[in-house]
T-cell receptor
Framework: LAKTTQPISMDSYEGQEVNITCSHN???????ITWYQQFPSQGPRFIIQ???TKVTNEVASLFIPADRKSSTLSLPRVSLSDTAVYYC??????????????FGKGTKLSVIP | EAQVTQNPRYLITVTGKKLTVTCSQN?????MSWYRQDPGLGLRQIYY???????DKGDVPEGYKVSRKEKRNFPLILESPSPNQTSLYFC???????????FGQGTRLTVV
């Protein structure tokens, strides 16, 4: 099971770009990298997933180097509402096409006015 | 609206009194799972199910049971709750071949 390591906390000012890096040294060939966001007392919310290179959606970008041993979530121009915990997960491939999501402790991002 | 619904949202119970937390999803997802979240420990998976009548243990299954008789429902059963099961519980669902999981609003359980 691929373990992930990410910073416990980060601070950023409003309007800045935030990059959160996660390491997953023993990621397996079929595993995907997924990021979730969680606000206090709410369930996690999917942000983005990727396998390799770069993925971008309306919320964030995900950069994955060729060796896939790390990934970086990039949040452009953060606002106060982006204050949350961000989880990096390696989605473990199960049989029948399902994935097991194992959450770590996440990175608590605090956006400062 | 696509959603995962858990009930109840809050529950206080006494040690040993059996309880069930219900979870229902309206997205026809095959995969459902239960997590508990505790301060300093993050989210830990309790049980998961890849389809009807197929369930498997997650990382912390002791003291819990689940069933998957219908595709949309995945109840979590505590046969004899203990204080160390006081926690915030989340149910989640996703479709096959997709790592995007949808989470319920959570159930805050207190066992006294």
């Amino acid at each position: 099971l691929a373990k992930t390591t990410q910073p416990i906390s980060m601070d950023s000012y409003e309007g800045q770009e935030v990059n959160i890096t996660c390491s997953h040294n023993n990621i397996a060939t079929n595993d995907y990298i997924t990021w979730y966001q969680q606000f206090p007392s709410q369930g996690p919310r999917f942000i983005i997933q990727g396998y390799k290179t770069k993925v971008t959606n309306e919320v964030a970008s995900l950069f994955i180097p060729a060796d896939r041993k790390s990934s970086t979530l990039s949040l452009p121009r953060v606002s106060l509402s982006d204050t949350a915990v961000y989880y990096c997960l390696v989605a473990l491939t199960l049989g029948a096409g399902s994935y097991q999501l194992t959450f770590g402790k996440g990175t608590k991002l605090s956006v400062i006015p | 609206e696509a959603q995962v619904t858990q009930n109840p949202r809050y529950l206080i119970t006494v040690t040993g009194k059996k309880l069930t937390v219900t979870c229902s999803q309206n997205m026809n997802h095959e995969y459902m799972s239960w997590y508990r979240q505790d301060p300093g420990l993050g989210l830990r998976q309790i049980y998961y199910s890849m389809n009807v009548e197929v369930t498997d243990k997650g990382d912390v299954p002791e003291g819990y049971k689940v069933s998957r008789k219908e595709k949309r429902n995945f109840p979590l059963i505590l046969e004899s709750p203990s204080p160390n099961q006081t926690s915030l519980y989340f149910c989640a669902s996703s479709s096959l071949m997709n790592t995007e999981a949808f989470f319920g609003q959570g159930t805050r359980l207190t066992v006294v």
